[in-house]
């Protein structure tokens, strides 16, 4: 059926390209407050260093990824949709599909990502501490969530 969204698993360093050109239009339409530099430099290691270490799904439609999320071990570590597919319930797909089949109970966001924040909240995640700063140690606070609550949708 033409505009189904399906959820799979990735195949790999094979579509990492195009993981990261969703990555990269999402990053561009959510995340102003990330300094170019920063922006650069995690482009770099997106498929080198980040996606081969996180259990990664794919939301596909009509053959094409739209969107995808990282887990490990009963985390999100990341998830990104295009910005051309926001707002069609990809998102919300990707996360039940991680809480259900992966077990995800914590995420961190970043507290300048207001809609992300919003996101989770909706969906059953609560604020449980904060940091000042991110993993790599750069100045982007990060809210600690988990999920407390059924997921919405």
């Known amino acids: 059926m033409k ?3 399906l959820i799979r698993h990735s195949r790999g360093e094979e579509e990492y390209p195009a993981l990261v050109e969703i ?5 561009i339409a959510t995340h102003d407050f990330l300094a170019k530099e920063h922006f650069a430099a995690i482009e770099r ?15 596909e439609r009509d ?3 739209v969107g995808f999320a990282g887990t490990d071990e009963g985390k999100l ?7 051309q597919s926001r707002g069609a319930g990809i998102g919300r797909m990707l996360l039940k599909h991680v809480i259900a089949e992966n077990g995800v109970n914590a995420v961190d966001v970043n507290e300048q990502n ?3 924040v ?9 604020v449980t501490g904060r940091s000042a700063v991110d993993g790599e140690g750069w100045p982007y606070p990060l809210l600690h969530m988990r999920l407390t609550g059924r997921a919405d949708g």
């Open 118 to 126: 919003g996101f989770y909240a909706h969906a059953g995640f609560a």
């Open 114 to 116: 207001e809609q992300a």
């Open 23 to 27: 990555w990269r239009s999402a990053v």
């Open 63 to 65: 053959g094409a990824p």
């Open 77 to 83: 570590e990341m998830l990104f949709v295009h910005a």
């Open 45 to 59: 290691r997106l498929a080198k260093d980040y996606l081969p270490h996180v259990s990664l799904v794919v939301a």
């Open 3 to 5: 505009d189904e969204v």
